[in-house]
């Protein structure tokens, strides 16, 4: 099952970095998670909102989604939790904790490529930047069909998206660590403490958050495509 999702997973995110299109809803400001932010003078007018075009205009083959998912990819794929879903599922090493590993040889992280896993704290730092993106890119979601304020299904499943990916991304062990390590004693730092208390409350369902949020990234970016393609968005208010 762990191999099947996340495979799965892979294979939309493949299948929606080659699309290029469909991602921007200029009636309600929907920007697809996959492309925000939009960096490059190819993107579709409009969905360039928050940080302009730092990048000229990209090749056929190439979509604004190949840069920006980078950072969140990077982010995931050198998770702690990450790591030890797909070790087990995709490589057998090791298939479980107290099984024997499926190669003959185990090296750890110890040589590369594996060993690229530590930069794991600095994607986070990425991650944090991205969810910043997307929160702003959520707020913008507030809009109506005449320029007001309005709210749509879109702009519920946007927020949604939103709460998941700030809570797995806060969860993240590099946080934990971040927030309350390298002290001596935490009573002489009664702030640090209470910020590592609340994280520590996020890492316990670190991997329920992990899945969660992978599959409402996906139901977020699914459905800003299937609105900028034609299909009617769920209007609740204006």
Not at 226 to 238: E, P
Request: charged share 10%.
């Amino acid at each position: 099952m762990t191999f099947l999702g996340l495979a799965g997973f892979l294979v939309y995110a493949t299948v929606r970095i080659f699309v290029d299109t469909d991602y921007w809803v200029d009636a309600y400001h929907y920007l697809a998670p996959f492309y925000s932010p939009c960096l490059a003078d190819s993107c579709v007018p409009g969905s360039s909102h928050f940080l302009g075009s730092p990048f000229p205009q990209l090749p056929s083959w190439m979509s604004p989604a190949m840069i920006i998912l980078v950072l969140p990819g990077g982010f995931r794929a050198t998770c702690y939790y990450y790591r030890k879903s797909y070790y087990r599922s995709f490589w057998l090493s090791p298939p479980a904790c107290a099984v024997p590993d499926g190669h003959k040889k185990y090296t750890g992280e110890t040589r590369f490529p594996l060993l690229v896993q530590n930069v794991h704290r600095y994607f986070f730092y990425a991650a944090v930047l991205v969810g910043a993106v997307l929160t702003y890119d959520a707020t913008l979601s507030f809009h109506g069909k005449d320029g007001g304020f309005g709210i749509g299904l879109g702009t519920v499943i946007l927020w949604l998206n939103v709460v998941l990916i700030w809570a797995y991304t806060l969860g993240c062990h590099s946080c934990r660590n971040i927030v309350g390590g390298r002290l001596t004693h935490f009573s002489k730092h009664p702030i640090r403490y209470w910020m590592w208390t609340q994280v520590g409350k996020l890492n316990k369902r670190h991997q329920l958050f992990a899945w969660l949020s992978m599959f409402s990234v996906v139901a977020a970016d699914a459905y800003v495509w299937a609105v900028s393609a034609g299909m009617t968005d769920l209007r609740i208010f204006n």
